[in-house]
C-alpha cells in the first residue's frame, strides 16, 4: 500500500465529437446570446493566391476588430492547408470555401453567428444549470452541438472571462452592468 501511495497514476480520457462550436452567454443565471463560432475560412475567386486571399481576409478581420483578430501565416494554417489539398501559393477556384485554421477562436480569423432566437431549450436549460452548478453568474459555455436547435450537446468548457462584444447584436454588456449594477435598473 505504501509504495502505490509514491505513484499517482491518473488517466485523463478524451473523447472526440463531430459538431459545431457552440458559446453560450450566460448572466446573471440567465442565457443572453448563443453564437455559433466558425473556423478562418477564405473564399476562391479562380485569381488570387490563398495567402493572398488569407492577408487580404486578415486585413478586413483587423479593420473590424481594432486590429485584435488576424489569420495568422503560421504552421497551423499551414498544416490545416496541407490536409485540405493545398498550399499558400495554390489558386483557389472561384466561389470554393476553404477553412484555414482549424479552432475557431476569433483572434485567429474565426467568425461568429448569432444563433440566440433558434437555440434549443433543452441548450437553454443546460446552459442556466451549468451556470448555476458553478455559482459564476456570468459566463461563457462552450459546447459541442449538431445544431442550434437541436437538443443533443456535448459541454467543452466555462469561461469565466466571456467577450461581451462578441456577442452583437445580442444586449450583453448592457445584461452584464446590470449584474454589476442591479439597484441602477428602472423598478417595474
Known sequence: ????????????????HEGLDLR?????????????????EVIGDGQHSIRALIEAQSR??????DGESKIPLDAETERTLHAAGYDYASILPSGVQLAVRRTANLHTG???EDVTGILHP??????????RALDIPMVGLDLMVPAADQPEY????????????NH?????????????????????
Open 60 to 65: 478586413r478581420r483587423q479593420a473590424a476588430t
Open 110 to 112: 474565426g467568425c461568429l
Open 24 to 40: 453560450i452567454l450566460v448572466i446573471g443565471f440567465e442565457v443572453v446570446a448563443a453564437a455559433i463560432r466558425r473556423p478562418a
Open 1 to 16: 500500500i505504501e509504495a502505490a501511495r509514491q505513484f499517482d497514476s491518473r488517466v485523463l480520457l478524451e473523447s472526440f
Open 168 to 188: 452583437e447584436p445580442q444586449p450583453a454588456a448592457e445584461r452584464f452592468v446590470d449584474l454589476l449594477f442591479p439597484h441602477s435598473q428602472p423598478s417595474a
Open 122 to 131: 433543452t441548450l437553454v436549460d443546460a446552459a442556466v444549470r451549468a451556470a
Open 154 to 165: 456535448v459541454f467543452i468548457e466555462a469561461n469565466e472571462r466571456a467577450g461581451l462584444a
